[in-house]
């Protein structure tokens, strides 16, 4: 059994050595940026003058040596938060990232405590 | 004329549907057993005339009547006679007819098939669809008629949306509405058996065909419209979380955790409330699903043309049958006390429902969220797939591992004879990952993750499935559509990962070369056809390590009714992967804008979604056999 | 007790967001950019269109008023606004127009401006767009108009119209 564990284990730990670092990967910001001119299409899937222009400055700004978030950061800047897909985590939107969790753990609360009270009977 | 027809057969059913209700009270009071044969005639009618109403407006559209403002909008001449067809329901007036015929046949079939159960509970669940159907039936005839006239009649309509015209999105509103409409009727009969005190196992049992009636075709319904995503509108992408697609969504996972709790509602008797609960929430989210991508109160690629004054009757409706049903469901809700073993299928069938609410609180919230920032704080914000991904993946994980071992847990005790065989799939989901990591290459943290339990409940289910063959038992629907969706999850997961996407400009006579592939950009050629101009481009792609040779044509179409431009992807599919290509223009210069992807494992990811409702349907029939 | 509770705030809950719903319908209106002001625009550098040299923000801080004008020979709405450019660029003494031709040909941008007349003090080139992204530009024509210390006063998405030409004159003219 424990032999079971330790092969378990290492060929785990070997998984996640092979996982990817992330690079700043142009595609992923484009697709993360929205299409101001179109109707909801992202900057990656769309080739509108605007959606072009920004793929030239993005492409740029990684050559610079820019971070992603650094890039979100003066587009958001420049355009408001609606140009980004994933919504900043500030006060107004931790609601948004917060939520879903707190349900999630609820839920597990609920039937966890629920069944404990049919156990004890 | 055509008009007339439809207008009068419409005022008809409105007519019908007041008598069904009045003739279902009298029948509720007197003291006779059956329902009376007036009720039933009456039923028949309704569907009769809506259906040939419905007829109408297609023939309108066939003979190209374009007197009818519907017809004039969303038609043309020239148009193929199949697209024209599908264009009566490709627009909002139309669709709200399809609502009707669904409301109505599926009204009557309810009746006609529920014989066996008690008169009260069957009049109350007509009464209350037809209140809903009576709801539609106003709208259409007042606010969004299909069958409003234009005068002078114009000479020539507007044409369909080029991107509408395609065979999976044709169907796409029918599957959907079998699905998400359908569930109007177990909404109504959840209200008459709140009424009735009608519960329990036969109460389950009334409903569970019309759950997975609707939930298979729900299924199918939302694989159309991704594949129409997919081929037509050539992003290469088959999901994007937009609030059109959420909304066919939410409803699919209502549907998935009535469907499981039906089965211990009918086994054991137990969680009438919350079946209750899901009943009402499914068609609500329905309706809610339909004002939002109605009302313009959202913006998204798929939006139809906007009028508020359509969002607020939604809305209003909308309200009436939440508060109906709340303040009916306050009234009735009794604390009952349970009997039920922790260590049960009934604990996983409520895991399955814990993670399914979450799902739908997370799509719901993501969608409305907008709405709300806009409205409370005057700042507009985006939710879109990072969001999505980022906060339901990590959960689909978990859920992948209680969906392998729910199952086979049995009823009342269970023993766990079998967790040596689960720790053995996975060792074996475990090292396939690795395989694949060190045959191919690397990805993400969480995709290993994701990829070992899709592969861990792809196993527990293949074991599954061997058993059930062997056996012959009733467990083969459900083994097949876990199995589909184990698969779906590994393809998706496989697919994301191992995708390629390379987006560059071109000019004809030029080669793009990258990794090991290169794309000659050969020729461009201008032709005509029907209702269209084309300018092709031949691309030849070559892959320096394989034997590959692969031409694709990408489009740029130039319609003239109406006058649009698409994009027409080129898509090499085969069972391994899916070669695609866009070609766009860009202005002012002779270059072109290529994209081109290759994307592994497109046929499998359909194929899995269709056998997941399969195992929907398998179960129906086998239900069907045995009953009727 | 409880119970009535659980009730109470279900029912408050719903209520909330059908009311959200009813306010959001009269409200759903098309995104722009034109709230962004009050900010100040940094790293100016735009090549001057005929001369060899890059204007840059100290230049602009020469103005009382900028209007930052972003055009292309190839836009059609850009006529449309032309006159009225030149209307200010002849009456406003404090305000002085920069044009940004945005990704145009030379020939063609020079032809539009001989054809319509040139309504500007100086003239900048921004060949593949990339610099407008700066000013936050999203679709032409569109302006800017800024102060002395390069804060943005108000963006004109379109063409300027005869209302935004009241409110710049208003502006211009306070000081």
């Keep these: 059994m424990k032999i079971k564990i330790i092969i378990f284990l290492i060929i785990l730990n070997l998984n996640v050595v092979n996982a990817e670092t992330s690079l700043v990967d142009s595609n992923k910001i484009f697709k993360n940026l929205r299409c101001l001119v179109c109707q909801g299409q992202s900057v990656g899937d769309s080739n509108s003058e605007f959606a072009q222009t920004i793929k030239l400055v993005v492409r740029d700004q990684i050559k610079e040596g820019k971070t992603e978030k650094e890039i979100y950061e003066f587009l958001i800047e420049k355009y408001g938060d609606w140009i980004v897909y994933k919504p900043p985590l500030n006060k107004v939107n931790f609601v948004l990232w917060l939520f879903p969790y707190l349900v999630f753990v609820a839920g597990g609360t609920i039937i966890f405590l629920f069944l404990k009270k049919r156990d004890n009977h | ?628 | ?175």
């Design chain 3, 1 to 175: 007790m409880q119970k009535n509770i659980i009730k109470l705030s279900i029912i408050s809950l719903i209520l909330f967001i059908i009311g959200v719903f009813f306010i959001g319908l009269n409200k759903s209106s098309i995104y722009d950019t034109k709230d962004l002001v009050g900010q100040k625009i940094t790293n100016i550098q735009l090549d001057h269109f005929s001369e060899n040299r890059i204007i840059t923000g100290e230049d602009l801080k020469k103005n009382d008023f900028t209007l930052i004008n972003f055009w292309a020979s190839w836009c059609a709405p850009c006529r449309d606004e032309h006159a009225t450019l030149l209307k200010l660029n002849n009456d406003e003494k404090n305000l002085k127009i920069l044009g940004v031709n945005f990704k145009d040909k030379k020939n063609n941008a020079l032809k539009f401006l001989k054809d319509l007349g040139d309504p500007y003090d100086d003239i900048a080139r921004d060949e593949f767009g990339k610099y407008s992204i700066n000013f936050g530009i999203y679709g032409i024509p569109e302006s800017i108009l800024i102060n002395k210390d390069l804060i943005i006063i108000k963006k004109f998405i379109g063409p300027i119209s005869k209302n935004d030409y009241n409110f710049i004159k208003q502006i211009v003219r306070k000081q």
């Design chain 2, 1 to 628: 004329m055509l008009s007339n027809i439809g207008n009068t057969l419409l005022s008809l059913n409105i007519l019908i549907g007041i008598s069904i209700i009045y003739f279902s009270f009298k029948n509720l009071n007197n003291n006779k057993i059956l329902i009376g044969k007036k009720i039933y005639h009456l039923c028949l009618f309704q569907s009769t005339f809506i259906i040939i109403c419905f007829l109408t407006l297609v023939s309108a559209f066939i003979v190209s009547d374009f007197s009818i403002i519907t017809v004039y909008q969303n038609s043309h001449s020239l148009k193929p006679f199949l697209y024209k067809i599908s264009g009566t329901w490709g627009n909002h007036e139309g669709s709200l007819l399809l609502w009707a015929i669904i409301l109505t046949i599926f009204s009557f079939f309810f009746l006609f098939y529920n014989k066996y159960h008690p008169k009260n509970y069957r009049i109350y669940s007509l009464i209350i669809q037809n209140i809903l159907i009576l709801g539609f039936l106003f709208f259409l005839l007042f606010n969004s008629n299909p069958f409003s006239m234009v005068s002078p009649t114009p000479k020539e309509g507007l044409g369909l949306n080029p991107i509408l015209q395609d065979p999976a999105l044709a169907i796409h509103p029918p599957l959907l509405y079998v699905g998400f409409v359908g569930s109007s009727i177990y909404f109504s009969a959840a209200m008459a058996s709140l009424i009735t005190n009608y519960s329990g196992k036969l109460f389950a049992q009334s409903i569970k065909n019309w759950v997975l009636i609707s939930w298979s075709f729900q299924t199918l319904g939302i694989l159309a419209g991704s594949i129409w995503a997919y081929y037509e509108l050539g992003w290469g992408g088959f999901w994007f979380w937009d609030p059109v697609e959420n909304a066919s969504l939410l409803p699919w996972f209502a549907m998935s955790a009535l469907l499981h709790s039906l089965i211990v509602l009918e086994k054991r008797n137990l969680l009438y409330f919350w079946v209750i609960i899901l009943c009402l929430l499914t068609f609500i989210l329905s309706v809610t699903g339909t004002f939002l991508v109605r009302s313009g109160i959202l913006n998204s690629v798929h939006t139809f043309a906007n009028d508020p004054s359509r969002g607020l009757y939604i809305l209003i409706f909308l309200s009436l049958m939440i508060f109906a049903s709340v303040l009916l469901f306050f009234s009735k809700f009794k604390n009952n006390s349970y009997n039920l073993n922790s260590n049960s299928k009934e604990t996983f069938i409520l895991i399955n429902n814990w993670f399914m609410i979450f799902y739908l609180i997370t799509v719901l919230l993501g969608t409305i969220y907008p709405i709300f920032t806009e409205v409370l704080t005057d700042h507009k914000v985006s939710v879109g797939p990072p969001f999505y991904n980022a906060v339901i993946i990590p959960i689909v994980v978990i859920f992948l591992f209680f969906m392998s071992v729910g199952p086979r847990i049995k009823w009342i005790k269970n023993k766990f004879y079998n967790l040596n065989l689960l720790f053995k799939i996975l060792i074996a989901s475990i090292f396939i990952n690795f395989c694949i990591i060190y045959l191919f290459q690397g990805y993400s943290l969480m995709s290993n993750f994701i990829i070992i339990s899709a592969l861990f409940l792809v196993f527990a289910s293949l074991m599954d499935l061997y058993k059930s063959l062997k056996k012959q038992n009733i467990e083969l629907p459900r083994v097949i559509s876990h199995l589909a969706f184990g698969f779906l999850i590994l393809f998706i997961g496989l697919n994301y990962n191992f995708s390629i996407e390379k987006d560059f400009n071109l000019k004809v006579g030029e080669k793009k070369v990258f990794e090991n592939y290169s794309i000659e950009f050969q020729n461009l050629k201008l032709e005509d056809f029907k209702n269209y101009k084309a300018v092709i481009g031949e691309f030849n792609i070559s892959k320096s390590d394989e034997n590959l040779n692969q031409s694709l044509y990408p489009e740029i179409r130039i319609y003239e009714k109406p006058s649009t431009i698409t994009y027409e992807a080129s898509i090499r599919s085969d069972l391994l992967k899916d070669y695609y290509i866009t070609m766009s223009n860009i202005d002012r210069s002779e270059y072109y804008n290529i994209k081109f992807q290759k994307k592994p494992f497109m046929m499998w990811i359909w194929i899995s979604v269709i056998f997941i409702s399969l195992g929907g349907f398998l179960r129906f029939f086998k239900n069907a056999k045995k009953y009727y």
